[in-house]
């Protein structure tokens, strides 16, 4: 069934790491899959550019139907496999309006987190200051002070959005492991320690692992100090 989808990709992207997990939860094995190299530009091939003219990946085809946004592309995959694999968006009122909510805040912490660990890749050299890059650290700070509490709130053994795995985990998990592979510290952070580990045992997960850090396993320790 998934012949039919395309997904272009590079190792380590958060973005498309959301939607590798989407297609492994839906059971949607043995789509066609292209790993781009960042390094050589290939982001900018036409080959994505006709799919996403903004020349970014994730770009995923379903058919003749393109979605080159990571959300928009999750959440596609729910609502059209919605009985197929693991259930992304529960029923009741209550767990949907904390699942939405925790999703969409996901985006607050990868912008938080891209502020620092991207830092120097986004701000050219001649315009970096130190004071601003200090701002952004206290900006992620209080960011993964929330997160560690809405954990902490759920009790052990909790997702993001509660005791079962939702959309949540999917698009918020990649951000959470890239914050671990620019060396967060688990004893700063227990509860997202927690949860790192217990989502890295995820089949799901397990199956999209970024390659390069699988070559590569020692990170950055870039965050240690947060
Ligand atoms: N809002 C997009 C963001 C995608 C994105 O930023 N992709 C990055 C890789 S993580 C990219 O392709 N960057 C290259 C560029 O912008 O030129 C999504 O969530 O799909």
Redesign the pocket.
């Known amino acids: 069934m998934a012949q039919d989808m395309t997904l272009l990709w ?1 190792s380590g ?4 790491w ?1 939607v590798m997990i989407a297609l492994e939860e839906k059971n949607l094995q043995g789509y066609n899959s292209k790993l781009l190299s ?1 390094d050589k530009m290939e ?2 091939s036409q080959q994505v550019l006709d799919i996403n003219p ?5 770009s995923f085809k379903h058919g003749d139907l393109i979605i ?4 928009a592309a999750c959440f596609y995959l729910e609502s059209r496999f919605k009985s197929q694999g693991t259930k992304l968006i529960p029923d009741g009122a209550e767990e949907q309006a904390l699942m939405f909510q925790r999703t969409f805040e996901g985006l607050t912490l990868y912008e938080k987190m891209a502020a620092v660990i991207f830092y120097t890749y986004y701000v050219p050299e001649g315009e970096r200051l130190e004071a601003a890059l200090k701002r952004n650290e206290e900006a992620l700070v209080a960011e993964l002070k929330l997160w560690e509490g809405y954990l902490e709130k759920l009790g052990s053994g909790s997702y993001l959005a509660g005791k079962s795995v939702s959309m949540t985990d999917v698009v918020v998990f990649p951000t959470v492991a890239t914050l671990f592979r620019f060396g967060l510290s688990a004893e700063r952070y227990p509860k997202l320690g927690a949860y790192y580990a217990l989502m890295k045992e995820r089949p799901s997960v397990k199956a999209s692992w970024p390659p390069h850090w699988l070559e590569n396993p020692k990170g950055q320790d870039t965050l240690k100090d947060m």
């Open positions: 590079g992207s958060p973005p498309c959301r960042f982001h900018k903004r020349g970014q990946v994730p080159n946004e990571s959300y």
